[in-house]
């Protein structure tokens, strides 16, 4: 009489196998992960789109994003997210301030301290930030106390000319990193074609790889991510509010993007998206779904699948990711001056003597409460040189 195997040995053999055979071809897996990290391929797309063809690649998140996207453009009538860094928009002739809604600027300020000096650590911006440190410490530890040295102090106002402007251009590596990982990508999945004979991956790769290429090349994008007036000469102020260390100013010249007008963002000028550009990414939508459909059969080869999708996603979290420069976004600009001071309010009265009503602009960002006796007296001052210079025609803003 057979001995009576118990069915936990029984089980749990079972579980052992279902594990083996999952870890060597895992099912599904792929199908899944289609449907996760949207928000990535979105940055991506935000980053390097508005040039034509845009080179982000083929990789998990895209039916996500896909589905997404259809409800962005159908009811929120635009594609470009909104900025992932908040910051301010400061007139600085009037001193209106706006909250951004541009994703070109809220990078140009979450990256400022990476690209400011051209990235030099020697530059005039860091050693002013270092100076205005090292007074601010020695003021604090002049009884003889001994403190922490401050990571930061005062306010540091970086003054840039604008240049001629050039949306749409991406830098030679952008390209080159988007081609180098579409072709290692189609590579890894014609591996399994030559040795098995097996083609759908292949074919997943080079379906998925045409709509993401399409999915960037929408004009739509370009009319989003730069909606503004060219060739102004208004002065702006970009801050990410009180409490920062840094201020860039930038002076039109008559060169460069109107900043009041980009913050503003796509929402708010008339560049809403057309039924076409609607039509077209409904169509883009479904077909990334029969491609998520498609990637669920595939039984067979299936790790060089995920590392197509891996390989991918990697290039889109370094583009999503990666620090960039304001000419990179089509904002080209030539650094003139920089102002410092341990104290905010005494920077603020040196950026007004440089810069007539600049320095003012940025007061009650700063300084929202209620001023003392004598730094409105100085404003007041201040401001009566001010209107005398423009009644002159010598004050530059």
Same mark, same amino acid.
């Given at each position: ?8 040995? #029984? ?24 449907? !996760? ?51 301010? &928009? ?37 050693? $002013? ?54 072709? !290692? ?18 074919? &997943? ?17 370009? =009319?989003?991510?730069?909606? $503004?007036?060219?060739?102004?000469? =208004?002065?702006?102020? #970009?801050? =990410? ?32 998206? +057309? ?94 409460? =209620? !001023? ?14 001010? +209107? ?10």
């Amino acid at each position: 009489m057979p001995a009576l195997v118990p069915r936990r040995v #029984l089980a749990f053999g079972s579980s052992s196998e279902e594990f083996a055979a999952q870890w060597e071809n895992p099912a599904d897996v792929f199908s899944v992960l289609l449907i !996760l990290g949207g928000d990535v391929v979105a940055r991506a797309l935000a980053q390097l789109a508005g040039s034509g063809i845009t080179p982000v690649a083929f990789s998990f998140g895209w039916v996500s994003y896909a589905v997404t996207a259809v409800v962005s453009a159908v009811g929120e009538n635009k594609l470009m997210p909104l900025p992932d860094c908040a910051c301010k &928009v400061i007139n600085g002739k009037s001193g209106y301030v706006r909250d951004n809604c541009s994703w070109v600027l809220g990078r140009i300020v979450r990256d400022y301290e990476s690209w400011m000096d051209d990235g030099n650590r020697n530059g005039p911006i860091h050693a $002013c930030v270092a100076r205005i440190i090292e007074e601010k410490w020695a003021s604090m530890t002049s009884d003889g106390i001994i403190v922490e040295r401050p990571a930061q102090a005062g306010l540091c106002v970086s003054v840039y000319d604008a240049m001629q402007v050039r949306p749409g251009r991406l830098r030679p590596g952008a390209y080159l990193l988007g081609l180098t990982t579409i072709v !290692l990508q189609l590579l890894v999945a014609a591996i399994p074609c030559f040795l098995f004979g097996g083609w759908a991956i292949l074919l &997943v790769t080079v379906v998925g790889t045409v709509l993401a290429l399409f999915n960037g090349s929408l004009s739509q994008w370009a =009319k989003e991510k730069w909606a $503004c007036r060219r060739n102004t000469s =208004k002065t702006v102020v #970009l801050t =990410k509010g009180n409490g920062s260390q840094h201020a860039i100013v930038v002076v039109g010249c008559g060169l460069g993007f109107d900043l009041e007008d980009l913050a503003a963002g796509p929402v708010n000028v008339n560049v809403s998206t +057309s039924n076409m550009t609607r039509i077209t990414i409904i169509g883009l939508a479904t077909c990334w779904i029969l491609l998520l459909i498609t990637a669920a059969g595939i039984q067979e080869n299936t790790w060089f699948l995920l590392a197509v999708g891996g390989i991918g996603i990697i290039q889109n979290i370094f583009v999503a990711g990666r620090s960039r420069r304001p000419e990179d976004f089509g904002v080209p600009l030539k650094f003139r001056t920089v102002i410092g001071h341990p104290k905010v309010m005494d920077c603020l009265f040196k950026v007004e003597t440089a810069l007539p009503y600049v320095g003012r602009s940025m007061l009650e960002t700063f300084f929202p409460g =209620k !001023l003392r006796a004598d730094e409105k007296e100085k404003w007041d001052e201040l401001e009566a040189s001010a +209107s005398s210079r423009a009644e002159a025609g010598t004050g530059r803003i």
